[in-house]
T-cell receptor, first 111, second 113 residues
Framework: GENVEQHPSTLSVQEGDSAVIKCTYS??????FPWYKQELGKRPQLIID?????GEKKDQRIAVTLNKTAKHFSLHITETQPEDSAVYFC??????????FGAGTRLTVKP | ETGVTQSPTHLIKTRGQQVTLRCSSQ?????VSWYQQALGQGPQFIFQ???????GRGNFPPRFSGLQFPNYSSELNVNALELDDSALYLC????????????FGPGTRLTVT
């Protein structure tokens, strides 16, 4: 089955700086990689996703890169703002069988 | 467009009891997935339903069972509750089979005493 490791577990940055969160997966058949943002007491919110036939995807200040050979993918947030503070989860799925989440990264953006 | 809703919001049960949690999928979505999220951890996949059929199951025992109705709403049933079942239970819906463009509900907080 799939295992997803996420690093770092906590990340603190100054407002305006960039933040990078990295995940690795074990199942080479994985083909879909979403990222979720979860604020305290709220539901996970899909912020960006990437499929295995694409190496990079960008949406305003957020980007995701995928390296299939190395089996890792990363979330990049530029020009961070205090409202970006939350727990971020990566996930990986192979077809319809299973979806595995990383343990999460608590991002704190200091004003 | 209506988002994913879940009921109840909170629930307290005693060990050994049974519980039913409910989820209404987002309008236009025919797939519902259920997750268990323990405090401080990522969601763990329980199972998924696509057009009323189970479409994948995670590493959970048979006392976790589910159902999807013709209107694509869904139930999660847990029998013989254990203390470790205390968690936030999330459902998520997506517009097709699998996990693409999956949107979560607010969750049901289950406490087992």
């Amino acid at each position: 089955g799939e295992n997803v490791e996420q690093h770092p577990s906590t990340l603190s940055v100054q407002e305006g700086d960039s933040a990078v969160i990295k995940c690795t997966y074990s199942d080479s058949a994985s083909n879909y990689f979403p990222w979720y943002k979860q604020e305290l007491g709220k539901r996970p919110q899909l912020i960006i996703d990437i499929r295995s036939n694409v190496g990079e995807k960008k949406d305003q200040r957020i980007a995701v890169t995928l390296n299939k050979t190395a089996k890792h993918f990363s979330l990049h947030i530029t020009e961070t703002q205090p409202e970006d503070s939350a727990v971020y989860f990566c996930a990986a799925s192979e077809g319809n069988n299973d979806m595995r989440f990383g343990a999460g990264t608590r991002l704190t953006v200091k004003p | 467009e209506t988002g994913v809703t879940q009921s109840p919001t909170h629930l307290i049960k005693t060990r050994g009891q049974q519980v039913t949690l409910r989820c209404s999928s987002q309008s236009g979505h025919n797939t519902v997935s259920w997750y268990q999220q323990a405090l401080g951890q990522g969601p763990q996949f329980i199972f998924q339903y696509y057009r009323e059929e189970e479409n994948g199951r995670g590493n959970f025992p048979p006392r976790f069972s589910g159902l999807q109705f013709p209107n694509y709403s869904s139930e999660l049933n847990v029998n013989a509750l254990e203390l470790d079942d205390s968690a936030l239970y999330l459902c998520a819906s997506s517009p097709g089979r699998g996990w693409y463009e999956q949107y979560f509900g607010p969750g049901t907080r289950l406490t087992v005493t």
